[in-house]
């Protein structure tokens, strides 16, 4: 659509001008609303900024120095004229940064120099420059108006969208595309009440998809945790008692088993660890610790802190192992225990233990309550969890999301998923 909306405001600008009886020069019409387009509502409105500031400095300053040169003839097309010229681009790139505008540097030059150095002697100086002025205004607008028109009709603000794209963001099947990530800000722009599932802390997240900033908080950890990225804060956490918890350490580490173990104290996310006894773990911690959103801590937990995730990496066998004795034993009375093969690591896996009341769809309904939403589509790239719509490659997801998004293809949609429920 901007490709679209790029040659349409071109075209539009062209139209002014005959529209205008040929006033004007609609190249520099032209250079503004390509300039204008953009991926993004906020980004068109920033640009349109800078590219008006841009050209009020640029305007004034050139008809002072066009002013200036008819009181001084001798200037005419010499070399010593062009030296002022280049000398003139100083201050006006000094005031942009003055007036903390320094974005709009370069738009003043382009619009100085525009009129300096194709300015006709003969001409009225105060029309120049007011025509060069309303040449760019008339591309600002043109494409301040497309980019805030929509062509889809009315959007679905009422449904709660969740996805899982875990496997993209770890860089499987195409991963995490450019494509997705700006049609995915698009539609949290538009007010979509979209948010994501992941089985990644908050930090994992953060990592994954840097760039995308839900409004709606994230469910992470597998429904342990919702977090509020623009807040950095938990508004919903399943914690395992301090006690229980302490139980459940003694338990594996009389196994020998190193353990991570996540705690949140006023909404900040510390991982606690022993010993380094694998080099599967050793990889982890090496990679992990040096990340601005994680804090770890090689000591025992605090018995007073309630836990919100244990993990554990080892080979498989000895995880297996683990599992059956923990299944086995009085501490696994509440308890949510998730175990599967590592990607990274060949012949390890991974043990997670959470309260048994974390779960998506736990934090999916909390979710539902404070949107008032009355409606739920979930979409993922695996078969972690049982979602409404699943597809192995994160750019299908995010066209299915772009269509379900408007209104006119609710029936379809809402169609589509008592369908797959029925099946």
């Not at 950095?232 to 301090?242: D, E, L, T």
């Not at 093969?341 to 909390?366: C, L, T, W």
Request: hydrophobic letters at 40%.
């Amino acid at each position: 659509m901007r490709i679209i909306k790029s040659a349409l405001g071109v075209l539009i600008c062209f139209a002014i001008y005959f529209m205008r009886g040929k006033q004007g020069t609609p190249f520099y019409s032209a250079l503004a609303v390509l300039w204008c387009i953009q991926n993004q509502t906020k980004n068109t409105v920033g640009n349109a900024l800078q590219r008006t500031v841009g050209t009020g400095i640029g305007a004034a300053y050139g008809l002072a120095h066009i002013l200036i040169k008819q009181k001084i003839l001798v200037l005419g097309d010499s070399f010593f004229h062009y030296c002022i010229i280049a000398l003139a681009l100083i201050p006006i790139i000094y005031t942009t940064v003055v007036i903390k505008q320094k974005k709009a540097s370069y738009f003043s030059c382009v619009v100085f120099l525009s009129i300096v150095v194709n300015h006709l002697m003969d001409e009225n100086p105060y029309i120049f420059v007011a025509n060069r002025t309303l040449d760019t205004l008339i591309g600002i607008f043109v494409g301040l108006v497309l980019n805030s028109v929509s062509i889809h009709g009315e959007y679905d603000r009422q449904t709660l969208f969740i996805a899982d794209v875990d496997r993209a963001m770890d860089g499987l099947s195409a991963g995490l595309t450019p494509y997705s990530q700006i049609m995915i800000k698009n539609m949290l722009e538009k007010g979509m009440l979209l948010t994501f599932m992941t089985l990644r802390t908050p930090a994992g997240f953060l990592e994954g998809m840097p760039d995308i900033k839900p409004k709606l908080p994230i469910i992470a950890m597998d429904g342990a945790i919702l977090y509020d990225i623009n807040e950095n804060k938990y508004p919903k956490v399943y914690v395992i008692s301090a006690e229980h918890a302490g139980n459940i350490e003694n338990f594996i580490r009389n196994r020998g088993f190193n353990i991570f173990t996540t705690v949140i104290l006023e909404d900040v996310l510390i991982i606690y660890y022993d010993e380094l006894k694998n080099t599967a773990e050793k990889d982890i911690y090496g990679k992990m610790h040096k990340s601005p959103y994680r804090n770890y801590l090689n000591k025992e937990r605090p018995k007073d802190h309630p836990v919100v995730y244990m993990m554990c990496i080892d080979e498989i066998e000895k995880i297996e192992q683990l599992v059956r004795a923990i299944k086995k034993s009085d501490i696994y009375d509440e308890l949510k225990i998730l175990t599967y093969p590592s990607d990274d690591y060949e012949g390890y896996s991974y043990i997670k233990i959470y309260n048994k009341n974390a779960s998506v769809q736990n934090m999916a309904d909390y979710l539902k309550s404070i949107t008032g939403s009355e409606e739920t589509l979930t979409f993922g790239d695996n078969k972690r969890n049982k979602t409404d719509f699943c597809y192995t490659e994160c750019d299908r997801i995010v066209r299915k999301l772009h269509r379900l998004f408007y209104f006119k293809r609710r029936e379809s949609a809402v169609n589509d998923v008592n369908l797959l429920k029925l099946q």
